[in-house]
């Protein structure tokens, strides 16, 4: 059974500071792997989807890399602002023909200081 | 605006009463999932449908059930079965195909009273 690992739990840094989010899987078999941000009750925004392919994929600020083999994702953001606040959610597709299935970390509370 | 849709935000049930939660999308997409999330627990998979008529159960189904008649929509209902059904409850589409990105709605929390 895949299992999804976040680390830290929760992470609190001043502003403008570059910080990393760690996820970690125990079975590589992965169609991918997509990051989330949530908001306090609000649903999952989409952040970076990683082909199983891909080693990394960027979108302004953040960058995600994958590697497969050892079954770990690492999110970086640059230069972090205050409005970065929120959960971090990593989750990996896996499941033969049901690959939309999404098994979820527990994710990673990040609060930015200003 | 392309996106999905679920009411209603808030929603309040008794001891013993079924309630249903909806879920439509104008993604075009075919497969829909609904997922649960507890503090400290991570979302878990409940049920999901990869195309209209057909639907498989997830991780914790039990208490649960759910229709897919057409294509936009996924309703689901909590029945009394559901032990312990206080819970932010998520539901997600996408393209039904290896890969795929998966879209999340807004979400509906559910307390019992």
């Known amino acids: 059974k895949q299992e999804v690992t976040q680390i830290p739990a929760a992470l609190s840094v001043p502003e403008g500071e570059n910080l990393v989010l760690n996820c970690s899987f125990t079975?590589?078999?992965?169609?991918?792997l997509q990051w989330f941000r949530q908001d306090p009750g609000k649903g999952l925004t989409s952040l970076l989807l990683?082909?199983?392919?891909?080693r990394e994929q960027t979108s302004g600020r953040l960058n995600a890399s994958l590697d497969k083999s050892s079954g770990r994702s690492t999110l970086y953001i640059a230069a972090s602002q205050p409005g970065d606040s929120a959960t971090y959610l990593c989750?990996?597709?896996?499941?033969?023909?049901?690959?939309?299935?999404?098994?979820f970390g527990q994710g990673t509370i990040l609060t930015v200081h200003p | 605006d392309g996106g999905i849709t679920q009411s209603p935000k808030y929603l309040f049930r008794k001891e013993g009463q079924n309630v249903t939660l909806s879920c439509e999308q104008n993604?075009?997409?075919?497969?829909m999932y609904w997922y649960r999330q507890d503090p400290g627990q991570g979302l878990r998979l409940i049920y999901y449908?990869?195309?209209?008529?057909?639907?498989q159960k997830g991780d914790i189904a039990e208490g649960y059930s759910v229709s897919r008649e057409k294509k936009e929509s996924f309703p689901l209902t909590v029945t009394s079965a559901q032990k312990n059904p206080t819970a932010f409850y998520l539901c997600?589409?996408?393209?039904?195909?290896?890969?795929?990105?998966?879209?999340f709605g807004q979400g509906t929390r559910l307390t019992v009273v």
């Open positions: 997600a589409s996408s393209i039904s195909r290896i890969g795929t990105e998966a879209f």
């Open positions: 079975d590589s078999a992965i169609y991918n």
């Open positions: 990683i082909q199983s392919s891909q």
């Open positions: 989750a990996v597709s896996t499941g033969g023909t049901s690959y939309g299935k999404l098994t």
């Open positions: 993604l075009n997409h075919d497969a």
């Open positions: 449908s990869q195309i209209v008529n057909d639907f």
